[in-house]
T-cell receptor, first 111, second 111 residues
Framework: SQTIHQWPATLVQPVGSPLSLECTVEGTSNPNLYWYRQAAGRGLQLLFYSVGIGQISSEVPQNLSASRPQDRQFILSSKKLLLSDSGFYLC??????????FGDGTRLSIL | QKEVEQDPGPLSVPEGAIVSLNCTYSNSAFQYFMWYRQYSRKGPELLMYTYSSGNKEDGRFTAQVDKSSKYISLFIRDSQPSDSATYLCAMSEDYGQNFVFGPGTRLSVLP
């Protein structure tokens, strides 16, 4: 069966520090991968998605970037975090023609 | 008008009650409909998914789609305290990369 792992679960970072969140999927090949940010009462905001290694599409201009160095690995990064980057970050995957499945998220607090 | 609307709640019901959760949408091209359950500090968990109009039942859960009214529902029979969570609806035209999520309804089932 397929599983998705996301880490860390919680992260507290100072303003201006770098960020790296990692997501990996097991049990499938060539998944579509997604990064979302979830704000209370506002649903899920799609940040990035990838249909293959090195292929990244950005949905919103922002202080973040994403990379897919391996087929089942998706990384969310920032060079300098802003206060507004605080939030709950979710990684998701799906196969073509299938619904999405989510990891357990990373709660990011910027101080 | 938002693409997907969902009453944020909170919705409180006694244990054993029948719960009705609903979403309305504006894009008539949506064909795939999903319901996710999200416990506090966890990622959304796929609960049910349906294609086009009609009903789908899985244990105590029934998903209903009315495309003519652009309205979907999730019914929970014999609700349990363990059903207390936030329920997100989601929709897609083609299970491609574009999934649209409702903001979620927070449900509390009181013992």
């Amino acid at each position: 069966s397929q599983t998705i792992h996301q880490w860390p679960a919680t992260l507290v970072q100072p303003v201006g520090s770098p960020l790296s969140l990692e997501c990996t999927v097991e049990g499938t090949s060539n998944p579509n991968l997604y990064w979302y940010r979830q704000a209370a009462g506002r649903g899920l905001q799609l940040l990035f998605y990838s249909v293959g290694i090195g292929q990244i599409s950005s949905e919103v201009p922002q202080n973040l970037s994403a990379s897919r160095p391996q087929d089942r690995q998706f990384i969310l990064s920032s060079k300098k975090l802003l206060l507004s980057d605080s939030g709950f970050y979710l990684c998701a995957w799906n196969g073509d023609g299938q619904p999405q499945h989510f990891g357990d998220g990373t709660r990011l607090s910027i101080l | 008008q938002k693409e997907v609307e969902q009453d944020p709640g909170p919705l409180s019901v006694p244990e054993g009650a029948i719960v009705s959760l609903n979403c309305t949408y504006s894009n008539s091209a949506f064909q795939y409909f999903m319901w996710y359950r999200q416990y506090s500090r966890k990622g959304p968990e796929l609960l049910m998914y349906t294609y086009s109009s009609g009903n789908k039942e899985d244990g105590r859960f029934t998903a209903q789609v009315d495309k003519s009214s652009k309205y979907i529902s999730l019914f929970i029979r014999d609700s349990q305290p363990s059903d207390s969570a936030t329920y997100l609806c989601a929709m897609s035209e083609d299970y491609g990369q574009n999934f649209v999520f409702g903001p979620g309804t927070r449900l509390s089932v009181l013992p």
